[in-house]
């Protein structure tokens, strides 16, 4: 049987070399993402600003359509309100902002929307966040992504050198953010499922990394007459197989989720397929060419061959 | 070759068999099961309220209604402490929740201190020249709040049961805060209404000349009386003595029914104690009317007949859903404190079928789609990756199952995911494998040394990555917590079956065959 081959076998791609293309797209993209989030912000959705959600399927998909359900909703006054399609022609999602007055008041008006659409629509699922939870969720988000960025990268300080803890996090932090910047720019909404799925593709990055950086380390040791920059990219070149077939066996299960796992994991895995593209990319072009602007310490000029196996030091 | 040792083939289908023990309830619904499965250990993976449609609520005790309750208490015990003590006092009152007075005459500002250090020695009490101002310390509020937070919870358990609700699980959460999970209840509009009220029910006489007729929005209550709202009018007052005659924890049952003219009403049964007070007080006030008090606002207001001693009626215009639920929450007792709902997520039971056949759709394209393609890239060995891939399914589906964890939606995500990301750790093997091979070793040197230097990277990458599961675990709540467990449960399997599993069927296949002939050549 003949084989599927995705990286032939001894690349020998100059990736340092277009180092500056790269970051030059880095820089293109953050700006992206700081300029939409000034002008678009972000979509929060209930989890965070609070408010009320309800997602209805139509009783009569014959007679009831967006326009209608618009029509009637607005009846109610309740101030800012968005209907779209959800997945299918025949499921709406509503959200509504919160309402003036106390938590009573919120508690209301899902009743009152209930009761007015009860005939046409069955609900399949309503949510309420008050103010003060969504506040709480904000924050505590925001603490778990830097809880995680820095528990990473003391690991990696740990484990290697703290040049490379500083690159990895960078790297990080470039993949967390324009994924942010993809929800402002396609203002897709920005909820507790959108946390978790920059969370998964922070791992998921940092696990390339580690992956390229074990690899550095090892050529570092290895290779200790050759130049910082003939090591990196060898480095890349030596795990780049691997990196190809673990993106494509990872985005193959995401977009599975995307186009299969209903409407409500879509978006979830919209940010994932973003954050496993964008992580690839960023271990490469971010986290290994930072290191080229650090001095690495490779001790003695001499070729280290202690940590390789016996059978090998002839090389 | 020492991976080949008996004892490690024993681990592994030991595991492999208790594995697949635990996962196969899961596999079949559970009238199946009970009919020919039953001797299988392990009880099925909790489903989430988003895939098996539920409510969830999350309550907030009002504990500053409690704290004035408990500082307007004191006011009064301070009160009569003082006059016990014929220690003369002007401008006893609250004000921003401190009580204050100003001494008259001689006593020591020190007997004063001690006198209120004896009601509670946590209250901090500060004085200057004859002004005492007395408010509560965090330790009395702490006090407070737990004992408040014991009770909510045992009457809010209560009210709910008596509903009927299937497994309703109700937890505190922080402070002042209380979890309820209704699984399969779609709609939770009674509950909450049930919930939303405290059912705090007095007797009180009313006014015996102020009638409702003769109140309006701005009318003044003369000392000793308070103007009430009335229940289903709020544009018809009473006025009421403050005085408890009667309360409804002197209560022992009540039960909805209907009065003489056939309208719904709630029957009361007073305990032996509340029933003597009653009939005192109905003995001699005969005439008046006696006001039935709900949560501060007059229920109805009749005139006494006749002396009544332990068992009554609510009258009021109810309907007959209205005295069901009074009468519940009268025999589940008062809540100490309002509750405020701070969020609210119901699921109905289509949306949760919708999700997770979606749910098990992905799974299964997901693992076809990974198998598929480890097969297309690695020939013989990529059948050791999903000989790997199953077992590892296998396992998550056992953990999730032995730990008892909730699989919600992001859940099934976090699993798809991982079949993605666990053949990482075999495709770090096997590439390690081919560059020992293409450098020059022979097969069997290769597999050794691809394992044995890809297992510190595996070890590197996969614990970065568990950083990311932990504060994904740490900060959420319901679902995504389940997405992070199922995440973390990945990482470990894959680990286990990467480096103990494929090793060894990899170890085992390459002493008896020639592996260059399957293996690695363009």
């Known amino acids: ?315 | 070759m020492k991976s080949l040792s008996r004892i490690r083939l024993i681990l592994i289908i030991t595991s492999v068999i208790i594995g697949i023990l635990y996962a196969t309830p899961n596999f079949f619904n559970t009238s199946q099961q009970v009919q020919s499965f039953n001797f299988l250990p392990g009880k099925k993976i909790n489903l989430g309220l988003d895939l098996q449609g539920g409510s969830y609520l999350l309550l907030k005790a009002d504990m500053n209604v409690v704290f004035a309750e408990k500082l307007d208490s004191y006011l009064s015990d301070i009160r009569s402490l003082l006059r016990k003590s014929k220690i003369g006092y002007k401008k006893l009152s609250i004000q921003n929740d401190i009580i204050s007075f100003q001494k008259r005459g001689e006593t020591s500002n020190d007997k004063i201190r001690s006198i209120i250090f004896s009601l509670d020695k946590n209250l901090i009490v500060e004085n200057k020249l004859n002004s005492f101002f007395i408010r509560f310390s965090e330790k009395n509020k702490n006090n407070i709040t737990k004992t408040t937070m014991a009770q909510a919870i045992e009457i809010v358990r209560r009210r709910i049961d008596e509903t009927g609700t299937n497994e309703p699980s109700i937890q505190q959460q922080g402070a002042d805060r209380i979890i309820v999970q209704l699984p399969g209840l779609d709609d939770p509009s009674r509950i909450k209404k049930l919930l939303g009220k405290t059912a705090k029910l007095t007797f009180q006489l009313a006014h015996p000349s102020i009638f409702p007729e003769d109140l309006n929005e701005d009318s003044k209550a003369p000392p000793g009386f308070i103007k009430l709202q009335e229940d289903k009018n709020p544009d018809r007052f009473y006025m009421i003595n403050k005085r408890v005659m009667v309360s409804g924890e002197m209560l022992k049952d009540a039960s909805p029914t209907f009065d003489r003219n056939n309208s719904p009403s709630v029957s009361f049964q007073l305990s032996a104690l509340g029933g003597k007070k009653f009939g005192r007080v109905t003995g001699k006030n005969i005439g008046r009317a006696f006001a039935i008090v709900l949560d501060g606002k007059v229920v109805s207001a009749p005139v006494i007949q006749t002396q009544i001693f332990s068992t009554g009626q609510i009258t009021g215009s109810f309907t007959v859903q209205e005295t069901n639920d009074l009468a519940l929450v009268l025999r589940s007792g008062a809540l100490p404190a309002p509750m405020v709902i701070l969020e609210e997520r119901s699921v109905g039971p289509g949306l949760g079928k919708d999700s997770i056949s979606a749910g098990k759709i992905a799974s299964i394209f997901g693992l076809v789609a990974v198998m598929v393609f480890m097969l297309l890239t690695y020939g013989m060995f990529g059948i050791f990756a999903n000989v790997a891939l199953v077992c590892n399914i296998i396992f998550i589906i056992a953990l999730l199952s032995i730990i008892q964890a909730t699989l919600t939606l992001p859940g099934i995500a976090g699993i798809v995911l991982t079949m993605g990301m666990a053949v990482d750790a075999n495709v770090l093997i096997f590439e390690r494998i081919k560059e020992e091979f293409n450098s020059g070793r022979n097969i069997l040197d290769a597999i050794e040394a691809g394992f044995q230097r890809a297992i510190s990277t595996i070890i590197d990458a996969n614990l970065t990555t568990l950083f990311a599961a932990l504060a994904l675990f740490s900060f959420g709540s319901g679902p995504i917590k389940g997405f992070s467990v199922t995440l973390m449960i990945g990482i470990a399997t894959s680990m286990f079956t990467a480096i103990v599993i494929t090793k060894y069927i990899v170890f085992l296949y390459s002493k008896k065959k020639d592996v260059n002939s399957v293996f690695l050549q363009d």
Do not use: C
């Open chain 1, 1 to 315: 049987m003949k084989l599927l081959r995705l990286i032939p076998n001894d690349t020998n791609f100059d990736f340092l070399r277009i180092k500056v293309i790269a970051f030059l797209f880095s820089i293109i993209i953050l700006s992206g993402t700081f300029i939409s989030l000034m002008i678009n912000n972000l979509n929060y959705g209930i989890d965070f600003k609070g408010g009320i959600l309800l997602e209805l399927r139509s009783k009569n998909p014959n007679t009831s359509n967006i326009n209608e359900l618009r029509e009637k909703i607005s009846t109610l006054n309740a101030g800012e309100v968005s209907i779209q399609n959800f997945g299918k022609e025949t499921d709406f999602l509503v959200r509504i902002q919160k309402q003036e007055g106390d938590q009573k008041e919120q508690i209301a008006m899902i009743e009152r929307v209930k009761s007015l659409i009860d005939k046409d629509y069955t609900v399949r699922r309503s949510e309420f966040v008050g103010p003060v939870v969504g506040d709480e969720l904000k924050t505590a988000g925001f603490y778990a992504v830097s809880l995680a960025l820095l528990s990473i990268m003391i690991y990696i300080w740990f484990r290697f050198e703290w040049q490379f803890s500083i690159a990895a996090i960078l790297a990080l932090i470039h993949d967390v953010l324009t994924t942010v910047g993809l929800f402002s720019i396609l203002q897709l909404e920005f909820n507790l499922a959108t946390i978790a799925a920059i969370l998964t593709t922070a791992g998921y990055s940092i696990n390339d990394t580690v992956v390229i950086f074990d690899r550095v380390r090892e050529n570092l040791r290895r290779y200790k007459s050759k130049t910082h920059y003939f090591i990196y990219n060898k480095s890349i070149n030596e795990t780049l197989s691997r990196t190809v077939i673990t993106s494509v066996t990872t985005l193959l299960a995401l977009f599975i989720i995307f186009f299969f796992g209903g409407a409500v994991l879509s978006d979830f895995a919209l940010a994932m397929i973003w954050g496993v593209i964008i992580g690839t990319f960023s271990s490469i072009f971010v986290a290994v060419s930072l290191l080229t602007y650090f001095n690495i310490n490779k001790g003695e000029k001499v070729d280290d061959r202690t940590n390789i196996p016996e059978y090998e030091r002839e090389n």
